[in-house]
């Protein structure tokens, strides 16, 4: 079958020492991790799209091959090239150590990316060693060494950012998702669930908040990527329409009738 533009080849190649074979467990992890990265790709660059479907159009047999096929949405927009492109460009990126990335992609994405690498890491001699290709691309340790390099914190202090407070989750973690006015990208905050109310949390949905605690910050990102929220670290910014208008504040202050002119004059001495 003549290959789409859109499919991915991707290739897992077994230790010379055993005939290029691949075990069975280390091929399933192997298209686990491809399955993963793909999705939060797709996270990061096409959220309003429901989640791709694929199919395996072909399968090769020694060192193990597939070539998997995005499926069209029968309903909402078609991010597939979008998709295939952004983990095609990444790889190629790394392997290249290239430092511009895509900016759309945040550490979850990369980290799901970086355990695609991880059969690389195994074995201690050339017999040993596993290949990866992904359309072509033939993955090495440059392709770690530049993740690792991506994903390594830099530094972490204490402090405070606000955002708008989204995606709360609670299944085998505790985080909810903040976005900063100043940038489109998202910060995680983790919190503990004895510290921190999570009816709090869940009325703060949608709000713009400060958050305190220690914050993880990365070389290639001027904000923090992640937060560790102190307890009592949550404080929720109230509604536009709760704050009082200047109107409504006209005549709450006084000064024992005296004129304007006079105030001024009397505050300005303290200063003389």
């Known amino acids: 079958m003549k290959k789409n533009a859109l499919d991915l080849t991707i290739r897992?190649?077994?230790?010379?020492?055993?005939?290029?074979?691949?075990r069975f467990d280390e091929f399933i992890n192997f298209c686990q991790s491809i399955y993963k990265a793909?999705?939060?790709?797709?996270?990061?660059?096409?959220?309003?799209s429901k989640k791709l479907i694929y199919r395996v159009v072909g399968l090769e047999i020694g060192?193990?091959?597939?070539?998997?096929?995005?499926?069209?949405?029968?309903?909402?927009?078609?991010?597939?090239?979008?998709?295939?492109?952004?983990?095609?460009e990444t790889c190629r990126s790394l392997q290249r150590?290239?430092?511009?990335?895509?900016?759309?992609?945040?550490r979850d994405a990369f980290e799901a990316v970086r355990k695609v690498g991880i059969p690389l890491r195994k074995g201690t001699t050339i017999d040993e060693k596993r290949a990866i290709q992904i359309d072509g691309i033939y993955l090495t340790s440059d392709?770690?060494?530049?993740?690792?390099?991506?994903?390594?914190?830099?530094?972490?202090s204490y402090g405070s950012v606000s955002g708008v407070l989204?995606?709360?989750?609670?299944?085998?973690?505790?985080?909810?998702?903040?976005?900063?006015?100043?940038?489109?990208?998202?910060?995680?905050?983790?919190?503990?669930?004895?510290?921190?109310d999570f009816e709090t949390i869940r009325a703060a949905i949608r709000r713009t908040v400060t958050v305190y605690g220690r914050m993880h910050y990365s070389h290639t990102k001027p904000f923090p990527i992640r937060v560790d929220v102190e307890a009592g670290g949550l404080e929720i910014h109230p509604l536009d329409e709760d704050l009082p208008s200047l109107n409504s504040m006209a005549g709450r202050m006084t000064h024992n009738d005296i004129d304007s002119v006079a105030l001024v004059r009397a505050i300005r001495d303290q200063y003389d």
């Open 143 to 156: 392709f770690l060494a530049t993740l690792d390099k991506v994903l390594d914190e830099v530094d972490t």
């Open 38 to 48: 793909l999705g939060e790709i797709e996270r990061c660059v096409a959220p309003d």
């Open 97 to 106: 150590m290239e430092k511009k990335l895509d900016p759309r992609i945040d």
């Open 12 to 22: 897992f190649v077994g230790p010379p020492a055993e005939g290029e074979a691949v």
């Open 63 to 88: 060192s193990a091959g597939a070539t998997l096929s995005p499926q069209r949405p029968k309903r909402g927009p078609d991010r597939r090239k979008d998709v295939m492109t952004t983990f095609r």
């Open 166 to 196: 989204e995606d709360v989750r609670t299944h085998n973690r505790s985080e909810f998702v903040i976005y900063p006015n100043l940038h489109n990208e998202s910060i995680k905050c983790t919190f503990d669930e004895s510290l921190i």
